[in-house]
């Protein structure tokens, strides 16, 4: 029997785990600067979290849940997305009553029963991050700006902002009416799945890719021209405020996150150049009202989630080499028992005093040991013979210009960790 990686899932194998290494750091790094914490939930939480944290009407709860039945009869969902378990984090150990805002961010797998096709897959990870507790419109904008920066730190370039505001549930319901009043005449112009928007969530047939819908739309009332006295400042501050931190935004009317809870901001990362799903790297905005949808009191929160899989292909078809670190700094060569055993220590040595050193554990010869180092991409072989251990020597090769000098054996460690420019660990 041969057993094969399951549909929509990937090893991130070795030579390519850097990568992700390198644009988590990033991340982790932004998070520590803006003063966000990391929070790390479950994987798999009640299926009702997410239906109504993420919402009934969503293609992600009524198509792409991975739901099953645990031995004790419960519902369990594995995360399609972050906030859900997050928010329920938030209320669950009362984190509302104290002192706000909380900010929070989370990287980890998220898993959605989706076609499966490039950048698009049935477990992938996004990078996300939660402000709850402050209605300041100038966070709205410091976490578009945040996202934008992450994108951009890791080598990503060509990406802008789109920018929504949705309003909030005292000036959406008029705008609705008005919308279904436009819309109703040209149903039957409307893609099947927009039928059923028509009568569930109205606003999301303007994020409707098909053409016949966006021909349909093209002209219907837009959200910003109802917002009400507070949604209208509020969004005039986030446009402002993204101009002073120097984020590349444009409006884009059709944007929309269907839900009641979701209030004012809503924003994507768009690829410029690249069409279809592939092009948003990831969005957020802002959801008033998703805390206490939760269970909890009213609290606002704002947020967004990136697709990590996204940037990285982002970063590949932009032909971006990541700086990454690779290879030993010293490789050790060893040859005769004694030296084998002598070898040993000297790679503790050097290992403790913070460099990266390896050696041969397949008895190879002299020659297969320096393969092996090459292999290794070592910056330095170390060669341990009989001749000289007995004068307590050790020859130090640099592999790029091949300058060979004879040292110490206890002078090893130091002389690696200096020349590969490694301080004091
Ligand atoms: P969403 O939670 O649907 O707003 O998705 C946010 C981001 O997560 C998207 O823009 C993508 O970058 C990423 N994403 C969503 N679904 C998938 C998937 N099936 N495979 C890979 N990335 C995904």
Redesign the pocket.
Known sequence: MSFQIPR?TVDLMPGEVEKWQYIEEKARELCRRYNFSEIRTPLFEQTELFQRGVGETTD?VSK?MYTFMDRGGRSLTLR????AGVVRSFVEKKIYGEPQPTKWYYIGQ?Y?Y?R?QA????????FGIEAFGAVDPVLDAELVDLGWQFIRSVGVSGVKVALNSVGCSRCRPRYREKLVEYLTPYKEELCKDCHTRLEQNPMRVLDCKKEGCQRVTEDAPRMVNFLCEECAPHFETVKESLDLLGVEWYLDTRLVRGLDYYTQTAF??ILEGQGG?AG?????GRYNGLVQEVGGPEMPGVG????????LLALESRGVDLPLASGVDCFIVSLGDAAKKRSVLLLKELRQMGSTAERDYLDRKMKGQLKAADRASARYVAIVGENELEKNQVVVKEMATGEQNTIQLDKLATYIREACGKGQS
């Open positions: 929509g992600i792409e399609p997305e972050g906030t998220m959605r989706e499966p950048g698009r897959q049935r477990q992938f990870h996004q994507e990362y799903h948003s790297l990831g969005g957020g967004f989630a990136l697709g990590l899989e996204r940037v």
